[in-house]
């Protein structure tokens, strides 16, 4: 049964930083792409940043710059560092695992429906 679990979420100030972790079980990391969605209220979930299995990465253009996806496939641990974090960043910040083995994000799309497994999620609130 694979579960992933995310962490890390909180309240900060504008320009404050946090760290996310999605620590997976039942699922290896290095196997698929992993992947940061987004839901803030009254909107759809949106794509944050993905990662495949040959390290390849991919941004939403709103987190460019201000974002970093990172895994450990050691400790099977998905990771989304942001900085800069701005009001607009306020969301429910999903986990996903998903994709062929091999996944490389040059031709895997960061949409949900290429993400088989998700997260609980974990809240974070940007405060200006």
């Known amino acids: 049964q694979v579960q992933l679990v995310e962490s890390g979420g909180g309240s900060v100030q504008a320009g404050g930083s946090l760290r996310l972790s999605c620590q997976a079980s039942?699922?290896?990391?290095?196997?698929?792409?992993m992947a940061w969605f987004r839901q803030a209220p009254g909107k759809e979930r949106e794509g944050v940043a993905q990662i495949g299995s040959d390290g390849t990465s991919k941004y939403a253009d709103s987190v460019k710059g201000r974002f970093t996806i990172s895994q450990d496939n050691a400790k099977n641990t998905l990771y989304l560092q942001m900085n800069s974090l701005q009001p607009e960043d306020t969301a429910m910040y999903y986990c996903?695992?998903?994709?062929?083995?091999?996944?490389?994000?040059?031709?895997?799309?960061?949409?949900?429906?290429?993400?088989?497994?998700w997260g609980q999620g974990t809240q974070v609130t940007v405060s200006s």
């Open positions: 039942g699922y290896t990391t290095s196997r698929g792409c």
């Open positions: 996903a695992a998903g994709g062929p083995r091999g996944c490389t994000v040059l031709l895997w799309g960061l949409h949900e429906a290429n993400y088989d497994y």
